[in-house]
Every structure is written in C-alpha cells, then in structure tokens.
C-alpha cells in the first residue's frame, strides 16, 4: 500500500509518515519501481501501535522505546504520565479559573483586564500587606471578581488581611452560595471564616444562610450565626443564644444580643422563660446559674424578675449575690 493511500485509511498525514520513517519508528517495507514507500500489512499495524501509545501522552522517543525494547516494563511510564497528566490538568483548571474570574469582572478593555490581573496576584501574594491592599482597593470600576474574594477570605490567617476581605465581601454582589460550601468545610478554621463572613454582609441571602447554620453541628458555627442573627433582630437565634449563655461559649456577647431582641414586643416573655428552663436543668452547676442571672439583667418583666429573686437566695453565694446586685440595678432604673 502506498503512503497516500495509507494516510488516507489511517489518518496520519504523509508528512507525519515521512517523520515516522526519519525516526526509524515506522519504516516501509518496500518500494515500488518509482521508488515510492510501499506499506505492508505489518507496517499499518505499527502505526496504528504508534498513534494508540502518543494518545496517551507519549513522545515519539518514548513510543519507539516502548514497541522495540523487549524489557520496557510499561507502569513507571504510566506512572509518570498520570503525574504529568495531573500537573497539566492543575494548571489548566488554574488558568481556567482565572479566566472566569476575569470575565466576572466585566472588563471593559485590556486596561481592565491588566487591573483585575494584577488585583488577583496581589491576593495570593506571600505579603500580608500586599494581600491587605488588594482587598482594600477593589475598584468601584474594576472590582475584585467575588470569587477570588471568597477563596482569599476562606484561606486567609491574618486577621487584619480577613477583616479587609471581608469588608471587600461586604461591598461586592453575591458570593453567599460560594460562602455556604465553606460551612461545609472538613476544616474547622474554613468554617468559622465562611460564618464570619457571612455575617458582615447585610444581605438577604445571608441571613437566611446564617439562619441554616443555626442547625450547623459545629457550636462555634452555630454561635457566629446566632451572634450575627441577634445583631438583625432575627428571634430564631434566641435558644442558640441561650444554650450559649449556659455553656458559658461568648456568653457575654450572647447576654447582649439577648437584651437587645428582648425590646422587641413580645420577645421578653419568651427569652426570660428560655434562661428560667436552662436554671431547671440538672447541670446548671454555680457557674451557669451565675451566667443565667447575668443574663436576666437585661430581660424586662415579671418571669426574669421572680427568677432573679430565687437565684438572690441562691445557696451558693456568688450566684444570691449577682442576683441580688442585678435586681438592685433593676431597681434602679
């Protein structure tokens, strides 16, 4: 078979058959009367041989050492691609990624896109203050694509650098979503900075997220939810509040969220009757009572009052006198 008629049947162009044969990878076996290469049946075989092993990634070096070296052992090559394979997709999905973010932006020209590229390397600068001023300076024209954001504040150790990306967070549409998969981070750090996150953006969207992480198993999660939902005036965060309050988990900060929720109408009632049923518990050790009662402080009307003066003869004697201090500070309002 002559090579036109082989690069028609195989689809390997005759150039590439011509390389093939100033390899030495596939040589014809003949030549017809007008010197033309002649293919046989054998021949066709080992193209086909040859084109299968550089589907996989091999040189063409490679693949003549593969079908000529009777003692090739074919798996460290494998093994090699597939390290080269996953290098090559690693970088790809990176550039990839970069792409997105870049068309997020919106770019208006080159110039844009020159800005956002260099916003984007100053977030993953090894400088803390490089990473601080790119968050910092995302431009109302040109701003910091929300996923680059999320990633950033979602890695992010610094705390003057978080709280930047934040705020950044805070200012940009979206990102809510991209932070809910941080919640369910196997991390715990990730988490609480998606939380933390979360509740520095004044969305709807947010909250209905910080609302979800009310269920979230992780307490900590749980007590950046509840803490942001209180700030909003959300009374569904009132028995996390409480159980923090108990377990004495920023119980200070809880306390407050939960005097600031018990001026709105009807509220009062029912956090004062939340701290009356924690005291009931068997495990309300000095320590919760005490914690209980300080809470109380806050909570008007008649529950949290009764409940103050029994904790005022309370047998131990820290706990009767923060209440009684409490109900005097009542009083005198």
Do not use: K
Not at 31 to 49: M, T, V
Not at 59 to 72: I, K, M, T, Y
Not at 179 to 195: I, T
């Amino acid at each position: 078979m002559l090579i036109g008629e082989v690069a028609r049947r195989s689809g390997v162009s005759a150039r590439m058959l011509r390389h093939y044969d100033s390899l030495g990878l596939v040589r014809p076996t003949g030549r017809s009367g007008a010197g033309y290469r002649e293919y046989s049946g054998e021949d066709i075989r080992r193209i086909f041989h040859v084109e299968s092993l550089r589907s996989l990634g091999l040189s063409l070096r490679e693949v003549g050492q593969a079908l000529d070296d009777p003692g090739f052992a074919p798996s460290a090559l494998v093994d090699d691609l597939v390290h080269r394979t996953r290098d090559r997709i690693a970088r790809e999905t990176e550039l990839l990624t970069r792409l997105r973010r870049i068309g997020a932006a919106e770019p208006g020209g080159w110039q844009d896109v020159l800005q956002v590229v260099a916003l984007l390397q100053a977030l993953g600068s090894e400088s803390p203050g490089t990473r601080q001023r790119a968050a910092l300076s995302s431009a109302d024209e040109v701003p910091v694509p929300v996923e680059a954001l999320v990633e950033a504040v979602l890695t992010e150790s610094d705390p003057n650098v978080a709280g930047a990306l934040r705020w950044a967070l805070a200012r940009s549409d979206g990102g809510g979503a991209l932070l809910a998969e941080g919640l369910g981070s196997p991390v715990a750090e990730v988490r609480l900075r998606a939380v933390r996150s979360l509740a520095g953006i004044p969305d709807d969207e947010a909250t209905a997220l910080l609302r979800d992480a009310l269920a979230h198993p992780d307490m900590a999660v749980r007590g950046y939810a509840a803490l942001a939902l209180g700030a909003r005036g959300a009374t569904d965060a009132v028995p996390t509040l409480i159980a923090m309050v108990a377990e004495g988990t920023n119980d200070v900060e809880a306390a407050d969220a939960l005097g600031a929720l018990a001026s709105r109408p009807g509220s009062a009632d029912r956090i004062a009757a939340g701290l009356v049923d924690r005291l009931a518990h068997e495990c309300a050790g000095p320590s919760t009572r005490r914690r209980l009662a300080q809470a109380l402080a806050d909570i008007p009307g008649a529950t949290a009052s009764r409940a103050l003066v029994e904790l005022s003869h309370d047998e131990d004697r820290a706990v009767s006198l923060t209440a009684a201090y409490v109900l005097r500070m009542r009083d005198a309002r």
